[in-house]
T-cell receptor, first 115, second 111 residues
Framework: KAGVTQTPRYLIKTRGQQVTLSCSPI?????VSWYQQTPGQGLQFLFE???????NKGNFPGRFSGRQFSNSRSEMNVSTLELGDSALYLC??????????????FGPGTRLTVL | SQQGEEDPQALSIQEGENATMNCSYK?????LQWYRQNSGRGLVHLIL???NEREKHSGRLRVTLDTSKKSSSLLITASRAADTASYFC???????????WGLGTSLAVNP
């Protein structure tokens, strides 16, 4: 099976702009989670989508939003970009069903630089 | 805030030696996972250990879990240069599906 893919891989934006990142999960996986990784804060959970519904949300401001489509592909959007939003954004997919959280498979990430 | 804290922050060893990394966490967990991240292959899942398990093996990897001490360790035996990477522990707690991460241990294996 093909792995998790993320586009674009690199992005440079300026403060105040908005950005949309895309994630295609492994075929058959219905859960998509997003994480932000920075040197200072490490990996932080943004949100999780399952069957087009947000199932969990981290402690990020409302400028960070996401959605999931019927084919399980997901997008996240960051509006009014700030310098501190510069980070590696990782998407992970998993089967998502069942009672307990399962193994997540990560994409290569999108490196966002805000100038 | 981080759930897990890895120790040491950085580790440098020679090829063939064993590497041990530790992870401590704060709250009760459902399972604990170890991941590896390097520039070539991104973030890769290594092993998952459930809260009712004490030890698990996968190839050259051995993971232990002590829920009474809220800690886990990852042992890599007979290390190789290709094991050079950052290693993270991550936990799920309760019914929460948020994966909470430590800041990682940076491992350098010198040929």
């Amino acid at each position: 099976k093909a792995g998790v893919t993320q586009t674009p891989r690199y992005l440079i934006k300026t403060r105040g702009q908005q950005v949309t990142l895309s994630c295609s999960p492994i075929s058959g996986h219905r859960s998509v989670s997003w994480y932000q990784q920075t040197p200072g804060q490490g990996l932080q959970f943004l949100f999780e989508y399952f069957s087009e519904t947000q199932r969990n949300k981290g402690n990020f401001p409302g400028r960070f939003s996401g959605r999931q489509f019927s084919n399980s592909r997901s997008e996240m959007n960051v509006s009014t970009l700030e310098l501190g939003d510069s980070a590696l954004y990782l998407c992970a997919s998993s089967l998502g069903a069942g009672g307990l959280p399962d193994t997540q498979y990560f994409g290569p990430g999108t490196r966002l630089t805000v100038l | 805030s981080q759930q897990g804290e890895e120790d040491p922050q950085a580790l440098s060893i020679q090829e063939g030696e064993n590497a041990t990394m530790n992870c401590s966490y704060k709250t009760s967990i459902n399972n604990l996972q170890w991941y590896r991240q390097n520039s070539g292959r991104g973030l890769v899942h290594l092993i998952l250990i459930r809260s009712n398990e004490r030890e698990k093996h996968s190839g050259r990897l051995r993971v232990t879990l002590d829920t009474s001490k809220k800690s886990s360790s990852l042992l890599i035996t007979a290390s190789r240069a290709a094991d050079t990477a950052s290693y993270f522990c991550a936990t799920y707690a309760g019914n929460n599906r948020k994966l909470i991460w430590g800041l990682g241990t940076s491992l350098a294996v010198n040929p």
